[in-house]
């Protein structure tokens, strides 16, 4: 066995140990290897030369555009937990369905879908699920295995549903590994893979993963006789507090995913639309008087919207701004939009709710970001033992091909979901694999759609997954903690199951893409 295949497995070995000895994953990924290529050094079997990429790696990273959309959609999830308004959209559907079995089960599905639509934050998602619909699944009638189950995975479906940070850091990683794929293909103008590329990809998948969940807990409920229920159903509520708990959350959906897929925004300016209609739906929580503020700040958004789609742009000629009939009626927009903003962040401010929100937001934006560079030093350091050209050639000497290829893939993704989290396994495993396995006759988006979907098993997986973590910390001590594990194996057989559909049917993540764009 070569020296350097020493390295990389006693590198690879030295990371297991120290995931598994506690410590905590950021210094993990960016510790060994640090200190393994010095070792590595000193024996002659790295280059320290290697180590001058870093600054570049860092400013790349932080200067990378599509990466503001990450703190901006975390920042929409935080407000909107903490406003309120998704606990009360989830208290208001779940409260129409009444007692009914199934239908409160898919009445979890259905907020849970729409929830990740809109914020797609796991722990704020399975936290409110766990403390507002598990009291009434189980006084329902629906045993705890069920509940529990369905819990932790629905709350997972904000990784696959878009606007999803997953798919915005995948897109990245995927554009990048495609254009040097191309590169080494000798095509040196290929087709750009956008993050909007991949929200129309992952939109079909996504849907598909949520009906089945919804047949499995249809014939799950249905497969015996119902218990008599503990607790009387909830009273009926009237269509108008259902509407008024629901549609300012469908409209943020529609404004955030809509300016996206119509080419109208960008992923990261219509992540800044998000943030400015999570400010008005929480100024809206605050009363009465800021609620009709709110709504004719919502309306006026629209405005610009509609203005931006039917081509109404800012003059500008010889390269300096025109003061045109176009531009003043932009600019008088925008001067009231801002000055609506401006007091709903004031408003917000002194209600408690957005200084809390923007701390949280810089502390799980920071994780990420702090995660991103870490992996991107484990990258260089396997990159200087030459483990690149070994996995090429491990995958490429592979029986199947491309499948073959596409398979060990998905399966190492899978296994490395039960210690790593999303954010680690896409910066270290797609820049590795990525130039392999997109220089074969496969699509960038469908590739990255399988492998988004593949990740979100990792919040089911023990002993790390998140998902699991974050319902044990609202569930009843009766509900043991082997029982949460026993509870998410069939979701997570679902998962693989739609996994593999997507593997056999590549349409139902290139097909909209190929309509829209």
């Known amino acids: 066995m070569e020296a350097e295949t ?5 590198l690879a070995g030295s990371l297991l140990a120290a995931l598994l000895s506690g410590v905590p994953v950021l210094f993990v990924i960016a510790g060994v290897p640090t200190l393994i290529a010095l070792i590595a050094a000193l024996f002659g079997a790295f280059e320290p030369v290697y180590f001058q990429a870093v600054p570049q790696r860092i400013f790349g990273i932080m200067e990378n555009r599509l990466l503001l959309a990450v703190p901006l959609f975390v920042l929409v999830g935080v407000m909107l937990d903490r406003s309120k ?34 914020t797609g934050i796991i722990g704020a998602t399975i936290v409110m699920l766990g403390t507002i619909t598990l009291p009434s699944m189980l006084r329902a009638g629906i045993d705890a295995r069920t509940s529990s189950g369905l819990i932790c995975a629905c709350g997972t479906l904000g990784q696959i549903i878009p606007p999803s940070i997953v798919l915005i850091l995948l897109g990245d990683q995927v ?18 893979v956008t993050v909007g590329d991949l929200f129309a990809g992952a939109l079909l998948p996504g849907l598909l993963l949520v009906v089945l969940y919804a047949l499995y807990a249809v014939v799950r409920l249905r497969g015996g006789p119902a218990p008599a229920p503990k607790a009387p159903a909830p009273e009926p509520m009237a269509l108008s507090e259902l509407l008024l708990g629901t549609l300012p959350t469908l409209a943020l959906i529609v404004a955030v995913l809509g300016s996206i897929l119509m080419g109208v925004a960008t992923p990261t300016e219509a992540a800044g639309v998000g943030v400015a209609g999570t400010l008005l739906i929480a100024l809206a929580q605050t009363g009465r008087r800021h609620a009709w503020l709110a709504g004719a700040l919502a309306g006026l958004t629209c405005l610009l919207l509609l203005a931006s789609a039917a081509g109404i742009r800012a003059e500008f000629g010889a390269g300096a701004l025109m003061i045109g009939p176009h531009t003043l009626l932009l ?8 000055l609506g903003l401006l007091y709903a962040c004031a408003v917000l401010l002194r209600a408690g709710v957005l200084g809390p929100a923007i701390v949280e937001t810089l502390i799980v934006s920071g994780m990420i970001f702090g995660i991103i560079i870490a992996a991107s030093i484990l990258s260089l350091v396997f990159r200087g033992f030459g483990g690149d050209e070994m996995v090429a050639d491990l995958l490429q000497g592979l029986p199947g091909g491309t499948w073959g290829m596409l398979a060990l893939t998905m399966l190492v993704i899978f296994l490395l979901g039960f210690l790593l989290e999303f954010v680690e396994i896409i910066f270290i495993v797609i820049p590795i694999v990525g130039p392999i396995l997109l220089q074969q006759d496969i699509s960038p988006v469908w590739f990255a759609v399988l492998v988004a979907m593949n990740l979100q098993t990792s919040f089911l997986t023990p002993p790390f997954g998140f998902a699991l973590f974050y319902y044990r910390s609202v569930a009843p001590p009766q509900i043991r903690t082997a029982a949460i594990y026993h509870a998410i194996v069939p979701f997570v057989a679902i998962q693989i199951a739609a996994i593999g559909l997507l593997a056999l049917f590549p349409g139902l993540a290139t097909w909209l893409p190929g309509v829209l764009f």
């Open 6 to 10: 020493l390295w990389v497995l006693f």
């Open 175 to 192: 554009s990048n590994a495609y254009i040097e794929a191309q590169q080494i293909a000798g095509n040196f103008a290929p087709d750009p």
């Open 85 to 118: 308004q998704a606990e009360r959209m989830l208290n208001n559907i779940t409260r129409a369905v009444g007692g009914s079995r199934t239908g409160l089960a898919l009445s979890v599905i259905l907020v849970s879908a729409l929830i990740a639509a809109s």
């Open 331 to 338: 600019g008088g927009l925008v001067a009231l939009l801002g």
